[in-house]
């Protein structure tokens, strides 16, 4: 293998990946809390892992107040 060949290989392993190319695991987003930003994807959200609010909506862990989701969306999203 190249130098040049090696440098790409090194380059690709360290790129981080948008949605679209991290696999397949059923995430269509995140739960967020706006009062101190904790973030929740939506995979990890079980039943019984998180409380919910009185429309299941899931309350966030850290200050309780319910979790806004986000959809994930094109490369730039943090989902």
Known sequence: MGI???ITETLKSSRPKAPEE???????GAYWCDDCG??????????EGLDLSDDGTPLCP????????ERA???GCAC
Request: aromatic share 4%.
């Open 38 to 47: 904790v973030r929740v994807r939506d995979v990890e959200v079980e039943p």
């Open 62 to 69: 850290d200050c309780g107040e319910p979790l806004r989701f």
């Open 22 to 28: 991290g696999g397949d695991d059923g995430s269509s």
């Open 4 to 6: 040049v060949d090696t």
């Open 73 to 75: 969306s094109g490369t």
